[in-house]
């Protein structure tokens, strides 16, 4: 009898085997196409971007002809752009999440609230644009502005920081809490010295993540009205822009071939923005990482 259960035993285990190696199996065959999908994406855009990349490219106007065709406007409409989401996402993010996390009392309410929070982090993109056209175009009188802009896409990523900021704070131990405190260190001081510290590797990973999103975004962008080509740089936050995603969506649109290859050396651009953004939040992530 003992050998019937042990040879049933031994066959569970075997099925048990069989059946991991065949989700193994289509996690990595899975994860190696999306790589392949990836790598063939990465290979056409370069070998047809890579030869109209120039300093003349970076440094020229759009115009209707190709070969004179440049992103000056886009580029510098970007960091424009950046540079008003960032800390305006940022700020109002990780501080809707300290209150949530440290300050809000525990009941329906908070618990509402927090759902609805998750629950905007997955609304289609064009539906903040509508409400940043209806808000910050119309209501405010901001026009296509990259104030106007900025503050959308703030709205666009404000759920994804306020989520990740959540989980980060949440992480901290309790432990580092109740000692503070029982120092005789008061809550602001807690927040400030201790539990924020400790959270921002994963404060950071949240923003790194919504700050791409928000410099991919084209739906918002068009929504709002922003202009495709504009032969003038921006000198403030109530100016009109264009941003790198417009532009390229205009040149990928177009039937001309040559085109297709500025839109191929747009998008360079932008993924080469794209990496230096996110190395500069990486290296400041790592530094605080090594502290706590």
């Given at each position: 009898m003992r050998y019937i259960e042990q040879e049933k035993v031994v066959k569970r285990m075997n099925g048990?085997?069989?059946v991991n190696?065949?989700?193994k199996g289509l996690?990595?065959?899975?994860?190696?196409?999306?790589?392949?999908?990836?790598?063939?994406?990465l290979y056409r855009i370069v070998t047809q971007g890579a030869s109209?990349?120039?300093?003349?490219?970076?440094?020229?106007f759009a115009s209707r002809f190709p070969e004179k065709a440049g992103i000056k406007a886009a580029l510098i409409g970007s960091l424009w752009l950046m540079a008003v989401v960032a800390p305006t996402s940022i700020i109002l993010g990780v501080?809707?999440?300290i209150y949530l996390e440290e300050y809000a009392k525990q009941n329906r309410l908070t618990t509402f609230i927090r759902l609805n929070i998750s629950n905007l982090a997955g609304v289609p993109s064009v539906v903040f644009g509508l409400l940043g056209l209806t808000i910050f175009v119309r209501a405010f009188a901001l026009g296509n502005s990259i104030l106007a802009a900025g503050f959308t896409m703030s709205l666009l990523i404000l759920p994804v920081i306020i989520v990740a900021s959540q989980e980060a704070i949440r992480s901290v131990?309790?432990?580092l809490r109740?000692?503070?405190?029982g120092m005789g260190a008061t809550k602001w001081q807690t927040v400030v010295n201790i539990i924020l510290p400790a959270a921002i590797p994963g404060i950071l990973t949240g923003s790194i993540l919504a700050l791409s999103r928000a410099i991919g975004e084209t739906a918002p962008l068009i929504v709002i009205g922003i202009p495709v080509i504009i032969q003038f740089l921006p000198r403030g936050v109530f100016d009109t822009f264009t941003a790198l995603p417009i532009q390229i969506f205009d040149w990928a649109s177009r039937p001309q071939q040559?085109?297709?290859v500025v839109a191929a050396a747009g998008i360079i651009v932008l993924m080469i923005f794209l990496l230096i953004m996110n190395s500069i939040a990486v290296i400041i992530r790592n530094k605080f990482q090594k502290r706590y």
């Open positions: 048990r085997l069989v190696m065949i989700f996690f990595m065959a899975a994860t190696l196409l999306a790589l392949l999908a990836l790598v063939i994406l109209h990349l120039s300093l003349d490219f970076l440094t020229n501080g809707s999440a131990p309790k432990e109740d000692a503070s405190l040559e085109f297709q």
